[in-house]
């Protein structure tokens, strides 16, 4: 039973017997005395697609949904259907863009480490690694003379994706990028 501070996008819960997987996560430190961390935590019903916004402080229980994990990875992109493979059994599942709401700015070809959740053998979703690795495509010239400060610059990667990196990191460069905040977390 994972604790509500546990959770990440993807983690599939039960709420009131009904399975929902985890799409968003939304922090909240108070400032006043004895106050403790909420989390603000945006669900998807795993089978009827609707949406719930449940509020927890970060000891609360909850209940880990009854559904099969497998190592999957992605394989390719086909109109709005993404194909992912599992690496044991070499099973093909798909997901639409709409199930992969929010993670599919990630997927890359050939990414492993992908945790696909199955009920009654149908893929609801996935979970993605911590950290991926992804290439620079654009961003603006390296400034001479930039150091490890906190001043970035935008950076588009392979996928489509825009983050924020440091102003000393240049153009064709591979980073690592965490999946759960989509901030630069370091060089590759």
């Known amino acids: 039973m994972?604790?509500?501070n546990e959770l990440k996008q993807g983690t599939a819960i039960e709420i009131n017997g009904e399975p929902y997987v985890v799409k968003h996560i939304d922090v909240r430190n108070p400032t006043s005395r004895g106050a403790t961390?909420?989390?603000k935590v945006r669900f998807t019903h795993m089978k009827t697609k609707q949406k719930l916004d449940e509020t927890y402080k970060s000891d609360e229980m909850l209940?880990?949904?009854d559904c099969s994990r497998c190592n999957v990875q992605y394989s390719y992109q086909d109109g709005d259907t993404y194909y992912f493979m599992n690496t044991e059994t070499y099973e093909q599942y798909s997901l639409s863009a709409e199930d992969l709401e929010g993670q599919t700015e990630y997927l890359s070809d050939g990414l492993e480490g992908i945790i696909m959740l199955l009920m009654d053998d149908a893929a609801l979703g996935i979970q993605l690694p911590t950290t991926i690795t992804l290439q620079i495509v654009e961003?603006?010239?390296?400034?001479?003379?930039?150091?490890?400060?906190?001043r970035t610059k935008p950076a588009k990667l392979t996928t489509g994706l825009e983050i924020q990196v440091p102003e000393y990191i240049e153009s064709g460069e591979m980073v690592k990028i965490n999946t759960e905040t989509g901030k630069f977390s370091s060089r590759a």
């Open 2 to 4: 994972p604790k509500a």
């Open 63 to 65: 209940k880990a949904a």
């Open 139 to 150: 961003t603006p010239p390296a400034m001479k003379g930039a150091s490890a400060t906190n």
């Open 37 to 39: 961390t909420l989390y």
